[in-house]
C-alpha cells in the first residue's frame, strides 16, 4: 500500500511538473520583433554602410539607433535614432514589411553599436566597424554557390569562415545564394545558417541564375525578395537593379556584373558591357576585382560559356583586370599563366571557380588549370596588402585546400605557389 501511494505521488509530480505538461510551457511572443538584419556594403565604407531588416505584418514602421562603441552598458542613453524606410511586400501568400537605412556620415575605422526595431520590440545590440583607409591591409571571406540543404550543410562552412577569418571586412557571394529564387523559405534558412555575421560584415553579393525566377505576371528577373532584403549601391545600368555595381575599398575595385540577365535580353546586354568598359577604362586603382557568376572558363563537362567569354574577356585583358570571382560549376579551380592569350602572352587576370555549398560535381580537367578540386565544400579568406593579394581556400573543416599569392610589380602579376 505505501509502495502504491508513493507510485501515485509521483505520477501526480509529473503532470504537474513535467517540462511537456501544457501548464509549464512558455510561449515566447515574437510577434512585431525584427529578424533578417543585414549589412550591405556601400560606394565608401570609410563613411557609410546600408542596413536591412525584416518584421512580419505587425509593424509596418521601425527605426535604428546608433551610438559609438564604448563598452559600457548605457549605449541607449546617447544612441541617434533614425526612421527607416519601410515597404511591405506580399507575395505567394506571405507578408512582411522590408526596412532599410543607410547610416552615413561616420567617422573612419571606428567601431559602432546599432539595434533595430521600435517601440517595446528591438534586435539587441549589434557592433561593426567601418573601413579605415589608412590601413595597410584589407581582408574578405568569398563563396562560391550556397544554393541546397542551406541550414543542415552549409551552415558549417559560413561559421569555420568567420572562425578561420574573424576580422574579414566584406563577405562576398559570387550568385546563387538559394536554389530557387522566389522561395523564401529557402531564404530563411539562409539567414539562420549565416547567423549573426552579416549583422556585423557587410556583405558583397552577386546574383546567379537561381537567385532569378519568373515573376506573377511571368516576367524573368531577379528573386522578388533580392531588392527587398539587400540595399546594395545603385550605380549600374537600368534593369538591373542592386545586381550590378561597383565599389572601391582602399585600393580595390570591385566590379559586380549580372551575367545572367546579361545573356537573356540583348538591350541588358549591350548596355552593360558599355556600363563595364566605362567603369573599367576609368579604374585608377591598383587592384580590380571582377565578379560574376558564371564562368569565363567552366570547370564542368557539357558546360562552355563561348559567348560570355568573347563578350567579358578582352575587357578583362584589355584594362589588366587582376581577379576573376565566379561560380556555377559547382566545383573548385583556378588558373592564370595557362589561359589562352593571343601574341603568346600571358594572363594578368587570375581565375577562381568555386563552390561553398553541398550541390556538387567533379571536375573536368582542363590546360588552363593549375589547380582543381572536385566533390568538396570550400571557402576563401583574401587580404590584400600593398602589392601582394594572398588568396587561401580551406574545405569545410578548416583545412587548407589550396594557396598562392599574387604579387604585382611595374603592373605585372605574379603568382607564387
Not at 105 to 129: C, H, P, Q, T
Not at 186 to 201: G, L, P, V
Not at 221 to 244: R, V
Request: net charge negative.
Amino acid at each position: 500500500m505505501k509502495n502504491y501511494s508513493l507510485l501515485i505521488t509521483s505520477i501526480i509530480w509529473l503532470l504537474i511538473w513535467h517540462p511537456y505538461n501544457g501548464k509549464c510551457q512558455v510561449t515566447v511572443d515574437t510577434k512585431g520583433y525584427p529578424d533578417h538584419i543585414i549589412l550591405n556594403v556601400t560606394e565608401d565604407l570609410t563613411s557609410t554602410v546600408a542596413v536591412n531588416w525584416r518584421t512580419d505584418e505587425t509593424q509596418p514602421t521601425s527605426k535604428i539607433q546608433l551610438a559609438t562603441e564604448n563598452s559600457s552598458a548605457n549605449i541607449g542613453h546617447d544612441c541617434k535614432e533614425f526612421i527607416a524606410l519601410s515597404e511591405p511586400l506580399h507575395y505567394k501568400g506571405k507578408s512582411h514589411y522590408y526596412h532599410s537605412f543607410t547610416l552615413d556620415g561616420l567617422a573612419e575605422g571606428v567601431m559602432y553599436v546599432y539595434r533595430v526595431g521600435e517601440g517595446d520590440k528591438w534586435s539587441e545590440w549589434i557592433n561593426f566597424k567601418t573601413i579605415n583607409s589608412k590601413s595597410p591591409t584589407f581582408k574578405f571571406l568569398y563563396f562560391g554557390d550556397v544554393q541546397t540543404n542551406i541550414k543542415s550543410l552549409w551552415s558549417r562552412v559560413a561559421r569555420q569562415a568567420v572562425k578561420t577569418m574573424p576580422d574579414a571586412q566584406v563577405v562576398l557571394y559570387a550568385g546563387d545564394i538559394v536554389n530557387r529564387g522566389n522561395n523564401l523559405d529557402e531564404w530563411e534558412d539562409w539567414f539562420t545558417a549565416t547567423a549573426n555575421m552579416h549583422q556585423s560584415i557587410p556583405i558583397l553579393a552577386a546574383a546567379g541564375n537561381h537567385d532569378h525566377g519568373d515573376d506573377d505576371a511571368g516576367n524573368y528577373g531577379i528573386s522578388a525578395y533580392w531588392n527587398k532584403q539587400f540595399n546594395l549601391p545603385l550605380n549600374g545600368i537600368d534593369g538591373l537593379k542592386e545586381t550590378s555595381y561597383y565599389i572601391d575599398i582602399n585600393d580595390v575595385k570591385f566590379v559586380i556584373v549580372n551575367t545572367e540577365l546579361l545573356e537573356e535580353y540583348e538591350s541588358i546586354k549591350q548596355n552593360q558591357l558599355k556600363w563595364l568598359q566605362a567603369i573599367l577604362s576609368a579604374n585608377t586603382q591598383k587592384w580590380t576585382i571582377l565578379v560574376m557568376h558564371h564562368p569565363i572558363y567552366s570547370t564542368k563537362k557539357n558546360r562552355d560559356n563561348k559567348e560570355l567569354r568573347e563578350l567579358i574577356k578582352p575587357l578583362i585583358d584589355r584594362y589588366n583586370v587582376d581577379l576573376v570571382l565566379q561560380g556555377h560549376d559547382h566545383t573548385y579551380a583556378r588558373g592564370k599563366d595557362k589561359i589562352p592569350m593571343e601574341d603568346n602572352k600571358i594572363s594578368n587576370a587570375t581565375y577562381v571557380v568555386t563552390v561553398s555549398g553541398p550541390k556538387l560535381s567533379e571536375v573536368l580537367r582542363a590546360d588552363w588549370m593549375d589547380k582543381s578540386y572536385s566533390f568538396t565544400q570550400l571557402f576563401h579568406a583574401v587580404e590584400i596588402t600593398d602589392n601582394e593579394l594572398t588568396f587561401s581556400a580551406y574545405k569545410s573543416s578548416g583545412e587548407l585546400a589550396d594557396k598562392f599569392v599574387i604579387s604585382k610589380s611595374n603592373g605585372i602579376n605574379t603568382i607564387i605557389e
